[in-house]
Nanobody
Framework: QVQLVSSGGGLVQAGGSLRLSCAASGTIFNMNSMGWYRQAPGKQLELVAVLPSSGSPNYADSVVGRFTISGDNAKHTIALQMNNLKDEDTAVYYC?????????????WGQGTQVTVSS
């Protein structure tokens, strides 16, 4: 079983910065990507940023230029540097890992970390 442990959330003023980290452990066969999703109160889960095991990162339009995802594929860790935070970034952020066992996909989620931006 794969476990994802994330950290780094908290309360920050608008315009401030936070850094989220996530580490995966367990048996990972063929990792496709790791990334971050978020869910704000009353809203659907949305992609924030994803880092493919090969290729360039992808970002939600709303965070381009403010957030940067980085990671170490060999260690199965990722981080999300969030700068110039806005009220609308307030959400629970979830770390995500997509794996393949042969042709069978598997998706794993972290426990979620709260990010609150105050104006």
């Amino acid at each position: 079983q794969v476990q994802l442990v994330s950290s780094g959330g908290g309360l920050v003023q608008a315009g401030g910065s936070l850094r989220l980290s996530c580490a995966a452990s367990g048996t990972i066969f063929n990792m496709n990507s790791m990334g971050w999703y978020r869910q704000a109160p009353g809203k659907q889960l949305e992609l924030v940023a994803v880092l493919p095991s090969s290729g360039s990162p992808n970002y939600a339009d709303s965070v381009v230029g403010r957030f940067t995802i980085s990671g170490d594929n060999a260690k199965h860790t990722i981080a999300l540097q969030m700068n110039n935070l806005k009220d609308e970034d307030t959400a629970v952020y979830y770390c995500n890992l997509k794996d393949y066992y042969g042709s069978a996909p598997a998706t794993y989620w972290g426990q979620g970390t709260q990010v609150t931006v105050s104006s």
